[in-house]
């Protein structure tokens, strides 16, 4: 029962996050409900994947957006891929960047399929308020898709590298209807309620039609959100980009470029010489304090 649970929960919210990631989360949900365990090697091996860098030293904050986002991170925890980023946290970095006096350019370093859309309008607003005091670059290094997208719209320009792709704008969510499995097995459920809606779209009976047209109308919500958000940032018009800007597919670079969805191709070593900085690569590490902080934020993915 605990997995219908996790998975009705996961469901609950839209979208903006990549189909396949997102079945890949419920599937190890599956696997953990289970009693699948991460073995110490592949735990070691997660966490030898990316880090988050620090600051660059000098006048640019280098600020990571890896992974599946969510508003809270920690509810994602061992199923949502190695990086992943919490709004909470990474507004609270931008803020502090856009706070500091001796900041005065902010590069998004971004590798992201998207996530939950909860906070991501909020941040997107903040990042493109801005634009009106600092330059803020959204670096894809190498996928901006959905969500990340979303935030990536809203910099004063976005820079793909040579393999990077973006876009998959579009909001979706899902229903699991386990009545029949539960059926199979003996099993069933009685819900005890209050309240006309308490219940709708629970995973214990079919979804109603009543129920269908509630989450498309949260569906229909958040797109409309995502569509004027990237409008805005990106100079266009919401039926420019609901018509041009992929329909919800991932773009490559050049056709970014092409479909005025990016501004420019370059490496993140290439966009950080524009600002006089040295290669990401000579980041000054951070602290043994911080990094453990930063870890226990990291999730593990199968």
Do not use: C
């Not at 997107?124 to 996928?143: C, F, P």
């Not at 969510?173 to 459920?189: N, T």
Request: hydrophobic share 45%; no cysteine; net charge neutral.
């Amino acid at each position: 029962m605990k997995y219908e649970h996790i998975v009705a929960e996961v469901f609950r919210r839209p979208w903006a996050i990549l189909p396949e990631k997102l079945k890949a989360i419920v599937g190890f949900i599956a696997f953990a409900a289970a009693g699948g365990r991460l073995s110490k090697e592949q735990v070691e091996a997660i966490q030898a994947g990316p880090r988050p860098r620090a600051n660059t030293p000098g006048t640019v904050a280098l600020i990571p957006v890896f992974g599946v986002i969510a508003h809270r991170m920690s509810a994602f925890s061992e199923i949502s891929g190695p990086g992943g980023t919490s709004i909470q946290k990474l507004t609270e970095t931008f803020r502090k960047a856009m706070e500091d006096p001796g900041v005065k350019a902010i590069v998004f370093e971004i590798d992201s399929p998207g996530g939950t859309v909860d906070g991501v309008p909020e941040l997107a607003q903040e990042i493109y308020d801005g634009r009106s005091k600092k330059k803020i670059v959204a670096h894809v290094n190498t996928m901006a898709a959905s969500a990340a997208y979303w935030l990536a719209a809203s910099a004063d320009e976005i820079v793909v590298t040579p393999s990077g792709e973006v876009g998959s704008i579009g909001v979706f969510a899902a229903h699991e209807d386990f009545s029949k499995a539960l059926e199979q097995e003996g099993i069933k459920v009685s819900l005890v309620s209050a309240g006309k809606y308490k219940t709708e779209n629970n995973p214990y009976e079919p979804l109603s039609e009543e129920g269908r047209a509630s989450i498309q109308a949260a569906v229909d919500a958040f797109y409309g959100m995502f569509i004027k958000a990237v409008a805005k940032g990106r100079g266009s018009t919401p039926a420019v980009v609901r018509e041009g800007f992929g329909q919800g597919r991932m773009v490559l670079a050049q056709d970014a470029i092409t479909a005025g969805m990016a501004d420019k191709i370059a490496t993140l070593d290439e966009t950080l010489a524009r600002f006089g900085v040295g290669t990401a690569s000579s980041a000054k590490p951070m602290s043994s304090k911080s990094m453990d902080m930063l870890s226990r934020e990291l999730a593990l993915y199968e």
